[in-house]
């Protein structure tokens, strides 16, 4: 690491030695299995800062594998964003046990050196900026010692896991809300080892919660689970967006993961986001972000010197630097690319200041005077302030290599043209479901088949083997030409 901050670079070398020999024997073992069954080619491997790299050096720099997971469907989300139009993307990704939030500003994911993982511990290497809290299908719903109703962090998991799935689990989640509500089918849900009664379900929700809380019913205390686990997303959807400067009505909410899209209207709604894309397969959107990830390679270096007193020459140089290691880099790795795209990134404070502000300019041949109304304009934009008083100070100098790989076809993910039928075809009957205005007599459809140019209105259930999305009343839903759903919030 050429970073000055010497506790953050401590931290980092030793995430980095702890995970360099489990991952390097972990991908040797791979590439022996894969190879003894007639593999020969390269695999590729996601790492956190949006990429992908050739498996033969991963290891050399295993922290850079961290929060490689959440990467990758930030990664999706822009690429399938993008082809639909998007370009201003807030994402949403609810799986199991926590909720990942990112942000994509002019279809570029937003990349941060300065994230925290576990026990607030710093990993200075260039990562997607993710936002993660404990709010998934399996959240447990409790009451604390103060009498107020709590959701998360704490996960059934899935041993356990929830009520429903009859593994024994005993304490209500988010997963058994949405079924007592019907937003899910009983009939349908995956990882059923013993079937519960819906009756079952509601009684432990009424025996943890609903009584404590002086609740009525089951569908009271579960629609209060749903509102305080709602509240909380849109907590982390706000850190993302409003507290960096940037207004949710100006970008779509792209959900997706096993549980995203049965929130995903109504965290629009309180967030006043307009629309909500919801991709093909929302399970499994974070494998698509791996298969689209360009080869990626950064680099930083500190200078940390007052922007007067910087030597512009060493600037450029040190820009030029960086490219020359990451195509030679990208050579060595023989990976088959189609364009070679550099990007030069400034981080840059206030004199006195600890956090940094980054901001992208155009090649290596910056000048003092560029970088300094660069640095204020990106600085008016976040905080709406001028300091004309305060020195800058010129902290980092990042550069991404990126080798643009041969775009996979969105398409690939859609049924074969035989099999696509309207919305009429695709309907399965209707079921009860309860929604802010109560409980109304829902149609429900099978989302898969459904035809491109598809219009659905709210209320309506479209479900599918890897999700369940939840069209509120008065909501429009449109199916795009890549079998995305466009979700228009009318009210």
């Given at each position: 690491?050429?970073?000055?901050?010497?506790?953050?670079?401590?931290?980092?070398?030793?995430?980095?030695?702890?995970?360099?020999?489990?991952?390097?024997?972990?991908?040797?073992?791979?590439?022996?299995?894969?190879?003894?069954?007639?593999?020969?080619?390269?695999?590729?491997?996601?790492?956190?800062?949006?990429?992908?790299?050739?498996?033969?050096?991963?290891?050399?720099?295993?922290?850079?594998?961290?929060?490689?997971?959440?990467?990758?469907?930030?990664?999706?989300?822009?690429?399938?964003?993008?082809?639909?139009?998007?370009?201003?993307?807030?994402?949403?990704?609810?799986?199991?046990?926590?909720?990942?939030?990112?942000?994509?500003?002019?279809?570029?994911?937003?990349?941060?050196?300065?994230?925290?993982?576990?026990?607030?511990?710093?990993?200075?290497?260039?990562?997607?900026?993710?936002?993660?809290?404990?709010?998934?299908?399996?959240?447990?719903?409790?009451?604390?010692?103060?009498?107020?109703?709590?959701?998360?962090?704490?996960?059934?998991?899935?041993?356990?896991?929830?009520?429903?799935?009859?593994?024994?689990?005993?304490?209500?989640?988010?997963?058994?809300?949405?079924?007592?509500?019907?937003?899910?089918?009983?009939?349908?849900?995956?990882?059923?080892?013993?079937?519960?009664?819906?009756?079952?379900?509601?009684?432990?929700l009424m025996k943890e919660v609903g009584i404590p809380l002086g609740l009525k019913d089951a569908e009271e205390t579960a629609s209060a689970i749903?509102?305080?686990?709602?509240?909380?997303?849109?907590?982390?959807?706000?850190?993302?967006?409003?507290?960096?400067?940037?207004?949710?009505?100006?970008?779509?909410?792209?959900?997706?993961?096993?549980?995203?899209?049965?929130?995903?209207?109504?965290?629009?709604?309180?967030?006043?986001?307009?629309?909500?894309?919801?991709?093909?397969?929302?399970?499994?959107?974070?494998?698509?972000?791996?298969?689209?990830?360009?080869?990626?390679?950064?680099?930083?270096?500190?200078?940390?010197?007052?922007?007067?007193?910087?030597?512009?020459?060493?600037?450029?140089?040190?820009?030029?630097?960086?490219?020359?290691?990451?195509?030679?880099?990208?050579?060595?790795?023989?990976?088959?690319?189609?364009?070679?795209?550099?990007?030069?990134?400034?981080?840059?404070?206030?004199?006195?200041?600890?956090?940094?502000?980054?901001?992208?300019?155009?090649?290596?041949?910056?000048?003092?005077?560029?970088?300094?109304?660069?640095?204020?304009?990106?600085?008016?934009?976040?905080?709406?302030?001028?300091?004309?008083?305060?020195?800058?100070?010129?902290?980092?100098?990042?550069?991404?290599?990126?080798?643009?790989?041969?775009?996979?076809?969105?398409?690939?993910?859609?049924?074969?043209?035989?099999?696509?039928?309207?919305?009429?075809?695709?309907?399965?009957?209707?079921?009860?479901?309860?929604?802010?205005?109560?409980?109304?007599?829902?149609?429900?459809?099978?989302?898969?088949?459904?035809?491109?140019?598809?219009?659905?209105?709210?209320?309506?259930?479209?479900?599918?083997?890897?999700?369940?999305?939840?069209?509120?009343?008065?909501?429009?839903?449109?199916?795009?030409?890549?079998?995305?759903?466009?979700?228009?919030?009318?009210?």
């Amino acid at each position: 690491m050429s970073e000055y901050r010497e506790y953050e670079r401590g931290t980092t070398a030793s995430i980095n030695a702890a995970v360099q020999p489990v991952l390097d024997h972990y991908i040797s073992s791979l590439r022996d299995s894969l190879q003894n069954e007639g593999y020969s080619r390269d695999l590729l491997v996601m790492q956190g800062n949006g990429g992908t790299v050739s498996s033969r050096i991963v290891s050399e720099d295993a922290v850079k594998t961290v929060m490689s997971g959440p990467a990758s469907g930030v990664m999706a989300a822009a690429f399938t964003a993008g082809k639909s139009g998007f370009s201003n993307v807030l994402t949403y990704d609810m799986g199991g046990t926590s909720c990942d939030v990112g942000l994509i500003v002019g279809g570029i994911p937003q990349v941060s050196s300065e994230l925290e993982i576990e026990y607030a511990m710093p990993v200075h290497v260039p990562m997607v900026d993710v936002h993660t809290i404990g709010a998934g299908g399996g959240s447990i719903a409790w009451v604390n010692d103060a009498g107020l109703l709590q959701v998360g962090p704490e996960s059934a998991g899935a041993q356990p896991g929830p009520i429903c799935y009859g593994r024994g689990g005993r304490k209500p989640t988010m997963t058994d809300a949405n079924l007592v509500l019907g937003r899910l089918n009983p009939e349908k849900l995956l990882a059923v080892d013993h079937p519960v009664s819906l009756e079952t379900v509601r009684e432990n929700l009424m025996k943890e919660v609903g009584i404590p809380l002086g609740l009525k019913d089951a569908e009271e205390t579960a629609s209060a689970i749903l509102r305080i686990a709602n509240t909380n997303m849109a907590g982390a959807l706000r850190l993302m967006s409003l507290a960096r400067g940037h207004d949710p009505r100006d970008f779509v909410l792209f959900a997706f993961g096993g549980a995203g899209p049965l929130h995903a209207s109504a965290l629009a709604r309180e967030m006043g986001i307009p629309k909500v894309l919801v991709p093909m397969r929302p399970g499994i959107t974070n494998a698509v972000g791996c298969v689209a990830s360009d080869v990626r390679h950064d680099y930083v270096r500190s200078i940390n010197l007052p922007l007067q007193q910087v030597d512009m020459e060493t600037v450029r140089n040190t820009f030029e630097d960086q490219v020359r290691e990451g195509t030679e880099l990208i050579q060595r790795e023989g990976i088959d690319i189609e364009e070679l795209i550099v990007v030069h990134d400034v981080d840059m404070q206030f004199q006195g200041q600890t956090h940094i502000l980054s901001f992208t300019v155009e090649d290596s041949g910056v000048s003092r005077e560029l970088l300094h109304s660069a640095f204020e304009k990106a600085y008016w934009n976040r905080f709406a302030v001028e300091l004309p008083e305060i020195r800058p100070v010129l902290v980092n100098l990042h550069t991404a290599v990126i080798g643009r790989r041969k775009a996979v076809p969105l398409t690939s993910l859609m049924p074969l043209e035989t099999e696509l039928k309207n919305s009429s075809e695709c309907r399965k009957g209707t079921r009860s479901v309860w929604f802010e205005q109560g409980w109304q007599e829902t149609p429900v459809y099978h989302r898969e088949p459904l035809k491109p140019g598809s219009v659905i209105q709210g209320p309506a259930l479209l479900e599918q083997m890897d999700s369940t999305i939840v069209l509120e009343p008065d909501d429009t839903m449109e199916v795009d030409p890549f079998g995305n759903l466009i979700l228009t919030l009318n009210s």
